[in-house]
Structure formats: structure tokens, C-alpha cells
């Protein structure tokens, strides 16, 4: 009796099992390409969070650089033959020329202007930006040719990871890491911070300012840059980039809160994961998980998740 009992729970104990190791992958697989994208969300961001923070400047055309670093990717790799992991550098590059160039001629100028005037002149970049790159590169979407070392699956315990997107987790937190240590150990980063605080003050003591805006400036452009270039197998290229990932910039920066990196960090990874979760339950409102999260968040801190309460 004994023997045929256990043998009549024994499918039903397998059933159970393979429904748990089902709900073990899938989740583990979500919480894997949420990471992905929300590393790769962080460094298209980043840059925002260090112009809007740090410099306290509203720089909506920051993802006019990302598509900037993409195209020039896309090109080398696709047209020139260039290596892709090559042509990183090359975004990275020619995003920060172009930034450095504009913010010694234009950006410059609106420093001390309102919020308002920085966002008008900088919506006003992103549509030229926009019909400049449909006109010369088209319409068209594109993707970047991947080398065959990044492309495909590794198995870890049942487990499919994506070559590509493991390679952007790493990046991305290498670039992270490296970004925290420069702005809160290096005596750049304590620079910088005095300029924003006190631009007069650290002009007395020796900081050359207008140099160092320029240069964070500049930084955080390349760093667009190299997410666009990044992003552009996963998210695609086309002449609307800039539009269609500005409220996705906007909001890490203001759930993170502005005024460390740490915070739009944490919060590109909160996005990324109800992102990718949103998309994998309930397809038909994706967007709408991610838009929840951002008012919950607001509601409990109004400044984000790291950011400055003002002292009453």
C-alpha cells in the first residue's frame, strides 16, 4: 500500500518541481535583462544626471549625443568594416567633440539663464538634430553587426544569458564604478563640486571653471555616446532616438534624484527590471509599470530616491 501510494505522488511531486524550476528560470531570466537594461539605461543617463546635477543645467538634447555615438558606431561597423569593440571608442570620442564644441559656443551662454530658456534651446537642438540625421542617414531603422563572439546564448544552471547583454553588464558597471570613484576620491570631482556650489568662490581660489564645465560637459556627452552606441542593437537606430528615450533619461534622473550618481544608478536598475517584468506579464501595459513606479517613488520622496530634502 505504501509503495503504490508513494508511487501515485511521485508525478504529481515532478509536476510541482518542474513548475518551480519553470518560475526559477523565468524569473532569474527577468531579473538578468532587466540588470542589462538598466546598466544601459544608467550610462545613456548619466550624463543628464551629471549636467542636471552637478552643473544644474536642463539638457534635453542629451539624447541627440547618444544617437550621435550610435550613428558613428553604425557606420564604422556596418559601411567601414571597423571592429565594433574599435568603434566604441570612436562614439565615445566624437559625441564629447561635438559636445565640447557645442558648449563652448552655444551652451555656455545659458548657464545662468532659467530652466525654462535651457529647456526651449535644448528641445530646439534635438529637432534639428532629428531632420539633420533623416535627412542624411534616412528614415531607416538600423542595427549594428555584432561580432560572433557576442552573439548567442551561454547556459549557466538551465539558464540562457545573452552574450551581448552579459557584456554590457559588465561594461556598464565597470564605467559606473569608475564614474563614482572620479567624482567623490579625485581632486577633479571635489573641483567640480566647488565650481557648481560657488563658481566665484572657485574662481578665487584658482579652479578654472569655464575649463572644467566644458570638460564634464564634454564627458558627459561621450558617455551618451558610448550608450547609444550600446544600446543600438537592443533598442534599434533611427532619426526619432532622441524622442522617443527622453522621458526614459527623465525619469531615472528624477527617481534617482539629481544630486549624486548613486541614486540614478539604483534607479535604472528598478526601472530596467519593472521594464522588462512589465513586458514579460502584461505585455499590453509595459510602459504603464514603469510610469507607476516613478509616482509611487515621487509620492514617498519628492526628491527622489537619493536626493536633497530641504532643510525646514
Known amino acids: ?41 544608467f550610462v545613456l543617463a548619466c550624463g543628464l544626471a551629471v549636467t542636471l546635477g552637478l552643473m544644474n543645467f536642463v539638457n534635453l538634447a542629451h539624447g ?21 569593440f574599435a568603434a566604441l571608442p570612436l562614439a565615445f570620442v566624437s559625441s564629447a567633440l561635438i559636445g565640447v ?12 539663464r532659467s530652466h525654462l530658456d535651457q529647456v526651449l534651446f535644448s528641445v530646439g537642438l534635438v529637432f534639428m538634430s532629428v531632420a539633420a540625421v533623416d535627412y542624411i542617414m534616412g528614415s531607416s531603422r538600423i542595427f549594428i553587426k555584432l561580432p560572433a563572439a557576442l552573439e548567442g546564448q551561454i547556459d549557466f544552471f538551465g539558464v540562457g544569458i545573452g552574450r551581448y547583454r552579459l557584456m554590457i553588464i559588465v561594461i556598464c558597471g565597470l564605467l559606473t564604478a569608475g564614474l563614482q570613484l572620479v567624482l567623490a576620491r579625485t581632486r577633479f570631482g571635489s573641483r567640480l563640486r566647488a565650481a557648481v556650489d560657488d563658481p566665484r568662490a572657485a574662481s578665487g581660489l584658482g579652479i578654472n571653471v569655464p575649463q572644467v564645465f566644458a570638460f564634464t560637459f564634454a564627458f558627459g556627452c561621450g558617455l551618451a555616446g558610448l550608450g547609444g552606441a550600446l544600446s543600438a542593437e537592443i533598442l534599434g537606430l533611427d532619426p526619432y532616438f532622441p524622442l522617443k528615450f527622453m522621458i526614459y533619461f527623465l525619469i531615472v534622473v528624477t527617481v534617482g534624484g539629481s544630486s549624486s550618481i548613486t541614486g540614478p544608478f539604483l534607479a535604472s536598475l528598478l526601472l530596467g527590471i519593472g521594464d522588462v517584468a512589465g513586458k514579460y506579464y502584461v505585455p499590453k501595459m ?18 527622489g530616491l537619493f536626493g536633497r530634502t530641504a532643510a525646514r
Open 101 to 112: 564644441v557645442l558648449e563652448r559656443s552655444l551652451y555656455r551662454h545659458l548657464y545662468h
Open 1 to 41: 500500500m505504501r509503495g503504490e501510494v508513494g508511487s501515485r505522488s511521485d508525478p504529481g511531486e515532478g509536476l510541482l518541481l518542474k513548475v518551480g524550476e519553470a518560475y526559477m528560470t523565468t524569473l532569474f531570466t527577468i531579473l538578468f535583462d532587466g540588470v542589462a537594461y538598466g546598466m544601459l539605461l
Open 286 to 303: 509595459g510602459p504603464f509599470v514603469i510610469y507607476t513606479i516613478m509616482i509611487v517613488i515621487l509620492i514617498w520622496r519628492p526628491n
Open 64 to 84: 541627440a549625443f547618444a544617437m550621435t555615438g550610435g550613428y558613428v558606431c553604425a557606420v564604422l561597423v556596418n559601411q567601414s568594416g571597423w571592429p565594433f
